[in-house]
């Protein structure tokens, strides 16, 4: 059964094995990423901004776990209030895990703290156009394309187009 907790300080060597054993498989959805960035170390910094951003309402970074193991994370970033009320979403899964409904779950799980725990009015996930996988995962948990985002995201070493999605509270309810 899949869930979805906030990360803490404690799973950065899980975390960090975890993207170590899956960094091919992740790399052409990511920046580029040197080797620090896979070390214990590092995830544990990553971890403590992170939670220092939930502190303040920037963001909340969650892991996802399946059968009480950490399988990914799912992040809700750039938390703006005010009038915006909004976030962006971003997540991956081990490889071992795609294609098994996982990241749907979880993407459900993540909208349920963005519009019920958090009061945000809308989330918004960037993907990029051949990544038919992720783009299935948020057409599934209700969200809908609105717009193209030219050069938006510098990925695997290159500037490239994002379709944008987004969901909106009124649309949960």
Known sequence: MTAIRPVHLSDAAEIAALRRDNRDHLAPWEPLRDDEHFTDASVLERIASDIAAAEIDAGRS??????????GQIALNSI???????????????????????ATAAVRLAKRVAFEDLGLHRVQGEVLPHNLGSRKVLERTGFVRYGLAPEYLRIAGRWQDHVLYQAISADWA
């Open 62 to 71: 969650l892991v996802i776990l399946d059968g009480g193991r950490i399988v």
């Open 80 to 102: 703006i209030r005010g009038a915006f009320q909004s976030c962006s979403i971003a997540y991956w899964v081990a490889k071992s895990e795609t294609g098994r409904g996982v």
